[in-house]
Each structure stands twice: as structure tokens, then as C-alpha cells.
């Protein structure tokens, strides 16, 4: 916003369904998605990068025993 202020996503909401000018619903709309991608960038837990996945399955491996019968 303009304004250095942050509105709610639910408030965002509320104005992108009573927007009637066409411009200002787009504006809205980016707000709305901005503060949508805040909201889950803070919500989500930090993933663990890549070979850290990695390192756990090899680490799973050593010692194990295949046994066929």
C-alpha cells in the first residue's frame, strides 16, 4: 500500500469482492497475492536443502542387511 500500512489478507478479500473500478481490483489483487505469499512464507516451516535428503538416505543404508528368501 501507499501508505506503508498492511491490510489483512481477509480484509483484502473483503475489498477485492465490493471493488467495482477495474483498477483499483487490480491493485487489490496484487496486494492480496503479496500478502497470501507472506502469510505462507511464514507459515511454512524452513525446508532442508536438498542434500541434506540426501545424506539422511545414505546414512539410512549403511548397516542395513538385504535378506531374500
Not at 10 to 29: P, W, Y
Not at 52 to 62: C, L, P, S
Request: aromatic share 2%; proline share 6%; glycine share 4%.
Amino acid at each position: 500500500m501507499a501508505d506503508g500500512t498492511r491490510k489483512d489478507w481477509r480484509e483484502l478479500c473483503v475489498a477485492v469482492t465490493n471493488e467495482k473500478d477495474s483498477r483499483k481490483l487490480i491493485s487489490l489483487i496484487q496486494e492480496l497475492t503479496e500478502a497470501l505469499d507472506r502469510r505462507e512464507r511464514n507459515w511454512r516451516p524452513p525446508s532442508s536443502p536438498p542434500h541434506a535428503i540426501d545424506t539422511h538416505r545414505q546414512e539410512n543404508k549403511v548397516g542395513t542387511v538385504c535378506v531374500s528368501g
